[in-house]
């Protein structure tokens, strides 16, 4: 239903990454998804230590154990992580493109010792501690502190919304020192530190988000990742985070679309499937043009990406188009399949709702708009 067969353009390593996903999420994911959406749960522990074995954990890092693949190989992975469930390919982003990438970025050569081989593994688990109760898209204006007490670190804050939160081994965590923003390693079990789950979401049900509280939390000096001081450190890592939602999305869309093909060759309705109605067919029409268009975004920005030549203005077109598609696609898939819709038999409404949240995530749709409004104007409307 490629009609464009973008995935010819991709390298023989590249479809091998796809079909190992692909291969991975069928036998071992995509039978359990129903049951973890509607539970409200995430085996992480069980499948870290699966995800590092296939090297998909940091799995576009260079060393320390990560396999160091092309930027369109990790994407590629995401795609596919992501039309199993839009939690999976979280869970991979955050691993990876933000607690192991800021310590690969940032941190000191014990730092990156001690936490990365194992990450990669999936014998320890990360999560990147950034977003505040009352601070989101404005992470510069952060409440958590540090403060210097002898030769240590003491904090306090809270985060919130936070990916494998309560699952993690070690946090990055953001945090204001002196008016500077600096970043601190923070492992489980530290004093004074707790993680707690959100419940009650009817979106990334099958994911682990949580709150971390940070209460008078003592590090040594060596808990600061030394290569990176203000708002560019997390910045960066959300660029990364970034690059593999716009990638993951085409997957989430894609799984929609699918379904609906289906439905519509086999549910008969005035004798003859639905699929042979015209307004069905444009419907159908609409989402494969969408996807399409969407998987050559997301080509082009990895091409890019490989080159060294990327920049974060051409992420945020790719975050805001891919997402944009991939919910219009969803919704308007549920449409054709009616009633049976929004049922866990079907995938459609578990994407679509994991796309709302996808949406408004490592930066909502209007800071995306705004972040090309000055590229396209020179003038920031965010001050």
């Known amino acids: 239903m490629d009609v464009l067969r973008v995935d010819d353009q991709l390298t023989d390593e590249e479809r091998m990454v796809r079909d190992t996903v692909r291969a991975f999420v069928a036998e071992r994911v995509a039978p359990r998804l129903a049951g973890w959406f509607e539970e409200g749960t995430f085996p992480a522990r069980e499948l870290a230590p699966e995800l590092g074995k296939l090297g998909l954990l940091g799995m576009h890092l260079e060393g320390y154990g990560c396999a160091g693949t092309s930027a369109v190989a990790y994407g ?203 307004l069905t067919q444009e419907k159908l029409a609409w989402m494969e043009v969408a996807l399409g268009q969407a998987g050559l975004v997301a080509l082009r920005i990895g091409r890019l990406k490989d080159a060294g030549e990327v920049t974060p203005q051409q992420v945020s077109f790719g975050k805001l188009a891919n997402v944009r598609a991939a919910l219009d696609v969803a919704r308007e898939a549920r449409t054709v399949l009616g009633a049976n819709g929004i049922t866990l038999e079907y995938p459609v409404i578990r994407h679509m709702n994991n796309l709302e949240s996808v949406l408004t995530y490592e930066g909502t749709q209007e800071v995306h708009l705004l972040t090309l409004g000055k590229a396209i104007t020179g003038l920031d409307a965010f001050r």
């Open 76 to 278: 590629v992975a995401c795609r596919e992580l992501e039309a199993a469930d839009s939690g999976l390919r979280s869970f991979v982003s955050v691993q990876g493109s933000l607690a192991m990438a800021a310590i690969r970025k940032y941190g000191s050569e014990e730092q990156r010792r001690e936490w990365l081989p194992r990450m990669a593994a999936g014998e320890a688990i990360g999560c990147f501690g950034l977003t505040e109760p009352d601070r989101g898209s404005d992470p510069g204006d952060m409440l958590t502190r540090a403060r210097r007490d002898g030769s240590d670190w003491v904090l306090n804050g809270a985060k919130m919304w936070i990916t494998n939160g309560s699952v993690a081994d070690v946090a990055v965590v953001w945090a204001k020192a002196d008016g500077v923003i600096r970043g601190f390693l923070v492992p489980k079990g530290t004093p004074g530190f707790t993680a707690s789950d959100i419940h009650q979401k009817l979106s990334l049900r099958a994911s682990v988000t949580s709150e971390l509280v940070l209460d008078d939390v003592r590090l040594p000096e060596d808990a600061v990742l030394p290569g990176v001081q203000g708002l560019k450190g997390p910045l960066g890592c959300l660029s990364e985070a970034r690059y593999g939602i716009l990638w993951g999305a085409v997957g989430a869309g894609r799984s929609c679309y699918e379904a609906a093909v289906d439905y519509a060759k086999t549910r008969e309705q005035f004798g003859k499937p639905i699929g042979s109605f015209q």
